[in-house]
Structures are given as C-alpha cells and as structure tokens.
C-alpha cells in the first residue's frame, strides 16, 4: 500500500490529518495498539515517521493523542483506555512520550495532586495549540527548524523553553538538551559563539540562560532564588548551587557573568542580575535589533473586536474627548505643548461606575480606535505572601511598562482593571493588621510616584470612586464617571445586541429593567445559547423570564404590564 501525501515542491502543503484519522480508525477496528494494528497502519506510520521525524511507535502515540484531542489534559488512564493498554504499559512507552517532548510535538506535565506534600505527583499529556495548528495548515517543518534564526527568533526560543519549563510542560533534562540544540544549531551568531565560549557545564548555561531571558524577555534585570529554582525539577536539586550563590563560590558569579542585586547600597544575597559588563559585551549591540521582539502580556489593538457602545451624553462627551487627545496625529503634538510648558506629560485616566458600565470595554474600545495596544495588569497577581515581594512586582510591572514605551513605535496603554483594592484609602498602622496595611501603603507609596512620572498612558477603572485615597484622585488628569445607562441607551443597547428585536418591546424591556450594559449582554448571550439549543428565537415569554433571572435581587423592575410601552 502506497499513501504519499507529501508534494516535494518548496513549501507545498502536507495533509497530515488524513492519514491521523486513518490511524485513529485502524486503533477501534484493530481493537488497540498492537500487532494487528501495525500491520494494517504501518504506511500511514512511515509516512508520519518520515515527515515529522519520529519513531513509528511515537507517531501511534501521538496520532491516538490528536485523535482524543479536546484541548484539555489527558492523564495515562485516558491515554492507555484509547490504546487499550495496561497502564504500566504506556509507563514502559515514556521514552516514545518524551521523544514527542522533545520534538515540541506534546507537553508532559508533573503536577502534584496534594498541594500538601511533594510525594504525589500525577502525569500529564497535552497537544499545545500550536502543534494542532501546525498539523491543519500542514506546516510542521516550518514548526521543527530551530536552525538559522534571527537573533529575535532566538530569543522568542529562549522564552519558549524558559516558560515551559517554569509551567512543568517540559522536564529539566529535555529543556536542557533542547537549549544546547538552539545553541548548537545557531553558531552563525555572535551572542551564541560568546556564550559557547565560556565552556559552562549545561546545567549552568541554562541558568545563564534564564538570566538573559529575563533581561531581554522579562524586562526585568532581577531574578530571585525562587525563580532560579523554578527551573529545577525539586527544590532538592538547587540546593547546592544555591549554597554556593550564597557563599560567592559558584560559577557564574566567578566568571564575572553575574553578581548580587544591589538596592539602597546593600547586596542582595537572594536575588541576582547580570553584571553591566555582560550586558554591555553581550546584549547592548542587540538592543536597538531585539525592540521588535513581542512584549510577553501586550493586547494588540487590531486584535481588538470592534463593539459599539452607548452612553449618556454627558459620558459621550467625555469619552470622545479623550478618544481625540489619544489619537496617534493629536497625542503626540498635546505631549510636546506640556513639555515646553514645564508640564507633566503623563495622562492618568480614571473610569469610575457600577459593574457594567462599560468602563473597561471602553478603555479597549479607545485602544482599538487609536491604534494602541494594552498592558492590563491583574491587581490579584501582585499579591504575595513573602514580605517585599508585592511591592517588587508592582515596581517590575512599571519597569516593563517603561520598557515597552520605549520599544513601541506607538506608546501602549497600562490598564490597571478593577483598582479599588490598590486606590482605596491608606490604613492607618499600629492596629492587629499592621503588616498588610504596611504592605498595602508601601504598594499605594510607589504607585503613586510612578504615576507623578508617567511618561506614557495609564487607565484605572473602579467600582467604588468613593473609598479612593484622596491622592490618587488629584493625579488623575481626566475623570469619566460611568452611570448607568438612562431609558433611551438602554433600548438603544437591547437593540444593538439582540438582533430581530421589536422596537415597542425593547421599550418595554429598557423601561422595566434598569440594567446595565452588561447585564443586557448577559440576556443577550443566553438568548444566543436558547438558539443553538433549540433552534428558536425565544418567546417573549421566555426573555422575560431571562430578565429575571438576570434581575436577582429584583429591585429595579418597574411592575408594569407586560407590553407597556
């Protein structure tokens, strides 16, 4: 049997989910992986053998785990119930397993069941999204080459592994080969040859390596003990080198490639950087090539859908207002008028409203028309138990923002969503829960500054403008107050969002229900979900009934007739 699907032509496309599927049916009809299943599924296993570069038993495996794939995690029961194998069995196939590791076909995790102790940990496979992607558009080759890269591109890969290995996608020992292949096959770089050139054990280039992803990647010279021993696969295996961090005795501070962070004139035993004279010898020729590498967490604003939203006029005004300043053509031209003027040339914004109103929606919608994209800050991940570390995250946050003022040829917008934790009012100290007020006001303390010396674009938006620290209300620049939306934006938004709509009962709707935006999206989308269930537009009846389920609290419902208008 001949099955070549493959057009030796540059660049032509390769179906690889036929034969997939092939496999997939040849494992039901075969009753599992065994003899009988070879013997029929064999060209379509040399065929995936051949064009992905994996062993025949790896390419059974991997075809079984796109043919199960459903996006999420699959455990070794899933995985042997498909084959119908032993368990034991697909253990004694781990070395198939990690071949497709290692070709960034899947991604093995080790997670531990028990967050209470180390000794239970469950194994899982997963098909990443890119690989599903690679094999529709029948372009893995391209997925496969690490070689020739640009010195970005390199990069994007030193980012890759990092954060996979971080995440526990990929095992230490496989990162580690997986680096010294990037390195090997990219010598036509200067930056590869200097570091090959140090003659570092592997384990220690990786760790170099790390620090210079988070230099360049990260934007964040810093790196504490903690994230060094993120790498490792227990904390076990970095106890040695952290000893000798401490002590000045290991390789990389003896070499001159790193030392201590310093802060306030004292060393920091526990968080390390670069030295300048690495940075200088090794990164600062790459700097102006490396500002278009992707900022890690950066919404783009043509990613952005376009939505129309409705306002009160006063809201309009304000918003239209702000949309012309932030325009690329006006921005620019309003930031040098400041600067001649002695000026600040930051713009603060506050967005401030119930639940729903639009505020953060906006601030998107603002981004998309002026062309800017968004760095959103998630306030909850600020937060850490150990003492320092919050405000040093807040302080990296700012610094990465900076960092990508300067690398966008258009200075983005830093979102910070649902302030009122940050912003409320400063606690008093001296009380049972002085420490998280310390750690609190410390946090407020250095966003306030950061905020006196914004030199680019920063949007807060709040639920709860009243609890807010009379000092940040004074460095906002402009105030948009979200109320909700009166009679007529409310039947403008039921029209918008459900389509087919009659118009006397939106009236109805908007004057029974005084919901916000969000709450009629809500409707909206469970209007849309009836219709794919059930094929039928729902009943008035039925959106009634959606209205109220929507309304818990049932407080702002005008008891009408039921087609008043």
């Known amino acids: 049997m001949n099955y070549d699907l493959f057009d030796e032509r540059h660049n032509a496309k390769v179906d690889f989910l036929s034969p997939i599927r092939k496999i997939g049916e040849i494992t039901r009809q075969a009753g599992g992986l065994n003899e009988l299943f070879y013997e029929f599924s064999d060209p379509y296993l040399d065929f995936l053998s051949k064009h992905i570069q994996i062993g025949k038993s790896a390419a059974a495996i991997f075809a079984a785990m796109v043919n199960m794939y459903n996006g999420l995690e699959m455990t070794i029961n899933q995985l042997a119930g498909y084959l119908k194998l032993e368990c034991i069995e697909i253990i004694m196939l781990m070395d198939e397993l990690e071949e497709l590791e290692e070709k960034q076909l899947i991604q093995i995790s080790h997670d531990c069941i028990d967050p209470f102790s180390n000794s239970q940990e469950a194994i899982f496979f997963k098909l990443p999204l890119r690989t599903i992607e690679a094999l529709r558009k029948g372009s893995y080759q391209e997925l496969l080459n690490k070689k020739n890269l640009t010195i970005e591109e390199l ?39 200097k570091l090959l050139n140090l003659k570092l054990q592997d384990d220690d280039m990786l760790v170099l390596l790390r620090f210079f992803h988070y230099t360049i990647n990260v934007d ?31 390789i990389l501070l003896k070499k001159g490639l790193i030392e201590n962070s310093h802060g306030d004139g004292f060393c920091d035993t526990e968080s390390y950087r670069l030295t300048n004279m690495v940075r200088e010898e090794y990164v600062g020729d790459m700097i102006d090539t ?78 998309r028309m002026c062309g800017r994209n968004i760095m ?77 010396n914004l030199h680019g674009i920063l949007i807060a938006t709040t639920n709860l403008s009243a609890n807010m620290d009379a000092a940040f209300e004074r460095r906002f620049l ?26 006397d009962f939106a009236h109805t709707l908007a004057f029974r229900y005084d919901f916000s935006g969000g709450q009629i999206e809500n409707i909206a989308r469970k209007i849309s979900v009836h219709q794919v269930l059930s094929g039928l537009t729902p009943s008035l009846e039925e959106m009634i009934r959606f209205c109220d389920e929507e309304n818990i609290n049932r407080q702002s419902v005008k008891q009408i007739g039921f087609l008043a208008a």
């Open 376 to 452: 959103q800050i998630d306030i909850a991940n600020t937060k850490s138990k150990w003492f320092g570390d919050s405000e040093k995250t807040i302080k990296s946050l700012f610094d990465k923002y900076r960092s990508a003022v300067k690398r966008q040829t258009v200075t983005p917008i830093l979102l910070f969503n649902e302030a009122d934790a940050v912003f409320s009012k400063r606690r008093h100290l001296g009380d049972e829960h002085s420490g998280p007020a310390q750690t609190e006001n410390a946090i407020q303390n250095i966003i306030l500054q950061e905020i006196e």
């Open 290 to 367: 490396l500002v278009e590498i992707p900022i890690k967490g950066l919404i783009l604003s043509d990613s952005i859908t376009e939505k129309k939203l409705f306002y009160p006029e006063k809201t309009q005004r304000a918003i239209d207002e702000l949309t012309s300043i932030l325009k690329i053509e006006n921005f620019s031209a309003v930031q040098k008028r400041l600067s001649d003027k002695g000026m600040r040339t930051g713009f603060a914004c506050l967005f401030s409203g119930g639940p729903g109103t639009g505020k953060t929606e906006t601030s998107y919608q603002i981004a």
């Open 220 to 250: 964040e010279p810093d790196m504490s003990l903690r994230q060094l021993e993120a790498l490792y696969e227990h904390s076990s295996n970095f106890i040695g080198i952290k000893r000798q961090l401490r002590n000045g005795s290991y």
């Open 155 to 193: 990069f994007l890969q030193i980012e890759y592994l990092c954060e996979e290995r971080v995440q526990k996608r990929l095992t230490f020992k496989n990162t580690r080969t997986k680096m010294n292949n990037l390195l090997n096959d990219n010598t036509h770089l200067d930056f590869v040859n």
């Open 478 to 503: 402009y105030k948009i107050d979200f109320e909700k939306p009166e009679l007529d934006t409310r039947k403008s938004i039921w029209l918008s969002m459900v389509s087919g709509l009659d118009k």
